[in-house]
């Protein structure tokens, strides 16, 4: 079935840095890669997406390319801020056989603090 | 505003007692969701319905039951049958089912176990 693996966290990291979370994937069809964040005590709210594979997703400074040939979707941004300290999960939506419900397969999520 | 609206934000269960999640939308979306999230994981499917009177089982149904007679709301019931229900629970709605299409969260419901 589809699965999706995400990095080992927490993440903790000073304001300004790099940031990469990695995502890989298993999937049978032609899947749909998101990224969504939640911060405390929230619902989740969509943070970028990527539909087909070279695609770029970009929003608020974040980044993330469909690549098909390593079944990645890594996050990436340039320089944290505090107020990007969340959870950040990766998901796939699928269509195998023709057929799909939309089901949302996530990774188990990583959590990043950004310090001042 | 369009939204998702999820009532109460805290829920407490007693032994034995079934008790119901509300799930409310009006970005006049056909299909909606029920995730659960529990600590340290990613979200798992409860439930989900594509269209109005319509409803399929997820991945982890068991103890966990739904009605869509409006296509507005899709209230979610944790029956006394599902023996581990603490947990955030997480609705969300879509315009539709296909290849990539965005799903929309409700801020979640913090059921506990009394």
């Known amino acids: ?116 | 505003d369009g939204g998702i609206t999820q009532s109460p934000k805290y829920l407490f269960r007693k032994e034995g007692q079934n008790v119901t999640l509300s799930c409310e939308q009006n970005l006049n979306h056909d299909a909606m969701y029920w995730y659960r999230q529990d600590p340290g994981q990613g979200l798992r499917l409860i439930y989900y319905s594509q269209i109005v009177n319509d409803f399929q089982k997820g991945d982890i149904a068991e103890g966990y039951s739904v009605s869509r007679e409006k296509k507005e709301s899709f209230p979610l019931t944790v029956t006394s049958a599902q023996k581990n229900p603490t947990a955030f629970y997480l609705c969300a709605s879509s315009i539709g089912t296909g290849a990539g299409e965005t799903q929309y969260f409700g801020p979640g419901t913090r059921l506990l176990v009394l």
């Open chain 1, 1 to 116: 079935g589809d699965s999706v693996t995400q990095m080992e966290g927490p993440v903790t990291l000073s304001e300004e840095a790099f940031l990469t979370i990695n995502c890989t994937y298993t999937a049978t069809g032609y899947p749909s890669l998101f990224w969504y964040v939640q911060y405390p005590g929230e619902g989740l709210q969509l943070l970028l997406k990527a539909t087909k594979a070279d695609d770029k997703g970009s929003n608020k400074g974040f980044e993330a390319t469909y690549r098909k040939e390593t079944t990645s979707f890594h996050l990436e941004k340039g320089s944290v801020q505090v107020s990007d300290s969340a959870v950040y999960f990766c998901a796939l939506t699928d269509i195998a056989g023709g057929t799909s419900y939309g089901k949302l397969t996530f990774g188990q999520g990583t959590i990043l603090t950004v310090h001042p």
